[in-house]
């Protein structure tokens, strides 16, 4: 399970996060949404560690994410990180790119971290791309291709940051669908995003951030349906 326990953070004089609270059950799926630079990035690299927070606490698996004893790259082996855009090695064929972490952080054989990678990328729908270098593949494609790669280091949680904001329209639908896939797999998984049919279609709960605040949180029936905070409403009108 994942943490968070009244959670500030600051990037000079500018508080980021004003006290987050938000508990991740396994298995669950909760979808954050949230006007542009409400603070929805920087939860996801405090959450992984790759951000220090000021105040508060963030366990996963009751672990100390933060704190100075915790071993960071055995922690992070845990959670799969996944962003709009993740620039693949252009000179590695998939299946490298796939193997590579696997074989430099978790210090698999080659065959081993091959048979792995294979399994990925045929279950993200990439089992004919093994040979194929980054560059051919369409923006949907390399999307998939970055779960793929973090699902091979066999994570126990998925963020998910915008990973369809930067695709041409019509392939967002396939990188939705290998999310929804994982999400009734029983993934654990955190995902920004601004696609609302998806948030209301896969979430178990919806966050609605708001200028450093959890503004709102609940079932995607009442946050879509029945939004409580002034701020959530204005928000979910301007989406339609
Ligand atoms: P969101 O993902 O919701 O759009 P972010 O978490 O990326 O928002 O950013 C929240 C705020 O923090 C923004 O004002 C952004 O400019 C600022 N910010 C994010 N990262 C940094 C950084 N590394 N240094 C300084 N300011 C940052
Ligand atoms: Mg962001």
């Known amino acids: 399970?994942?943490?968070?326990?009244?959670?500030?953070?600051?990037?000079?004089?500018?508080?980021?996060?004003?006290?987050?609270?938000?508990?991740?059950?396994?298995?669950?799926?909760?979808?954050?949404?949230?006007?542009?630079?409400?603070?929805?990035?920087?939860?996801?690299?405090?959450?992984?560690?790759?951000?220090?927070?000021?105040?508060?606490?963030?366990t996963i698996d009751g672990t100390e994410v933060h704190a100075k004893s915790t071993d960071i790259n055995k922690l992070r082996q845990k959670i799969g990180i996944v962003f709009q855009q993740w620039n693949a090695f252009p000179h590695l064929t998939v299946m490298e790119n796939v193997t590579l972490a696997q074989r430099k952080v978790l210090g698999k054989g080659k065959a081993d971290a091959e048979a792995t990678a294979e399994k990925q990328l045929k279950h993200v729908g990439l089992g004919d791309k093994l040979?194929?270098?980054?560059?051919?593949?369409?923006?949907?494609?390399?999307?998939?291709?970055?779960?793929?790669?973090?699902?091979?280091?066999?994570?126990?949680?998925?963020?998910?940051?915008?990973?369809?904001?930067a695709l041409d329209p019509q392939l967002v639908g396939e990188v939705l669908e290998t999310l929804k896939m994982l999400a009734e797999e029983g993934m654990t998984m955190i995902c920004v995003t601004h696609e609302m049919a998806f948030a209301r279609d896969v979430s178990d709960r919806v966050a609605f951030f708001h200028k450093g605040i959890m503004a709102e949180i609940g079932t995607p029936e009442q946050l879509f349906g029945n939004p409580q905070h002034p701020e959530t409403q204005k928000f979910l009108a301007g989406t339609r």
């Open 1 to 58: 399970m994942i943490d968070i326990q009244n959670v500030r953070k600051s990037f000079g004089p500018l508080e980021v996060l004003k006290g987050i609270d938000l508990t991740v059950e396994k298995g669950e799926v909760v979808t954050v949404i949230g006007g542009s630079g409400s603070g929805k990035s920087t939860l996801l690299t405090c959450i992984n560690g790759l951000e220090p927070i000021d105040s508060g606490k963030i």
């Open 131 to 165: 040979t194929t270098y980054p560059g051919r593949l369409s923006g949907g494609q390399q999307q998939r291709m970055a779960i793929a790669r973090a699902l091979a280091m066999s994570p126990d949680y998925m963020l998910f940051d915008e990973v369809t904001s």
